[in-house]
C-alpha cells in the first residue's frame, strides 16, 4: 500500500537548537497533517497544510506542503524539553477512493537534552 | 466527556481468544476512525465510519477483525482468534465529518496477545 518515508527516525538535540524533519511519497497528496505523540496518548494535530507551496507556521512550528505535492517538512525553532516526543507526518493521497484514509509515516522520535 | 474515550487501556488476553475495545467519539462527530499501532510504528488505517454511509473496511487485515458502530456514537472493534501478531496500540479517532482532516485521537487502548 502507500508509503510515506519519514525522517530522521530519531534525534537526540541540546535544548535551544532548531529542528527540521521531513516526509517524502511517491505519489501526490492533497494534504499534509504533522501530529505529535507523547507517551501513553493519542497523537495532537500540530499543523494541517492544504495546498502546494503553503507555509504555515504554529508558535515555533513551521510546515511546508513541497511545491510537488509529494515532500512536507516540519521545522522546531529552539527547542524546548517537552517538545519530546514522536512526530509524525500524515497525508491524504491524491486518488479516487476512500477520503478517510489517512497515511502516517512511522514517526520521528525527538530527544532533547536541558 | 470532552475527547475521545478508549476502554480498556489496556488488555492482556491469550492466544486464540476473542476481544472487544470499545471507543467514545467526541460528541457531535459524524466520522469514527480505527488504527493500529505497533510498537516504533506509524499508524495503520484500518476502518472507518462516516454517519450512515457503509463504513470503509479497506485496511482491515483479516476478517478476524471487524467493527461496529451504533448511530452516531459508541464503536467496538473485535478481533477474533487473537494472534501474537494483533498485539499492538489500537487507536480511535473522531472527526466532525470525514473530509474534516482534524482527527481527534483517544489515548489507546494496549493489546498485548500472549
Known amino acids: ?114 | 466527556g470532552a475527547g475521545v474515550s478508549q476502554s480498556p487501556s489496556n488488555k492482556v488476553t491469550e492466544k486464540g481468544k476473542d476481544v472487544e475495545l470499545r471507543c467514545d467519539p467526541i460528541s457531535g462527530h459524524t466520522a469514527l476512525y480505527w488504527y493500529r499501532q505497533r510498537l516504533g510504528q506509524g499508524l495503520e488505517f484500518l476502518i472507518y465510519f462516516q454517519g450512515n454511509s457503509a463504513p470503509d473496511k479497506s485496511g482491515l487485515p483479516s476478517d478476524r477483525f471487524s467493527a461496529e458502530r451504533t448511530g452516531e456514537s459508541v464503536s467496538t472493534l473485535t478481533i477474533q482468534r487473537t494472534q501474537q501478531e494483533d498485539s499492538a496500540v489500537y487507536l480511535c479517532a473522531s472527526s466532525l465529518m470525514v473530509i474534516d482532516n482534524e482527527q481527534f485521537f483517544g489515548p489507546g487502548t494496549r493489546l498485548t496477545v500472549l
Open chain 1, 1 to 114: 500500500g502507500q508509503q510515506l518515508n519519514q525522517s530522521p527516525q530519531s534525534m537526540f538535540i541540546q535544548e535551544g537548537e532548531d529542528v527540521s524533519m521531513n516526509c517524502t511519497s511517491s505519489s501526490i497528496f492533497n494534504t499534509w497533517l504533522w501530529y505529535k505523540q507523547d507517551p501513553g496518548e493519542g497523537p495532537v494535530l500540530l499543523i494541517a497544510l492544504y495546498k502546494a507551496g503553503e507555509l504555515t507556521s504554529n508558535g515555533r512550528l513551521t510546515a511546508q506542503f513541497g511545491i510537488t505535492r509529494k515532500d512536507s517538512f516540519l521545522n522546531i525553532s529552539a527547542s524546548i524539553p517537552s517538545d519530546v516526543g514522536i512526530y509524525f507526518c500524515a497525508g491524504r493521497p491524491n486518488y479516487g477512493g476512500s477520503q478517510g484514509n489517512l497515511i502516517f509515516g512511522k514517526g520521528t522520535k525527538l530527544s532533547v537534552k536541558p
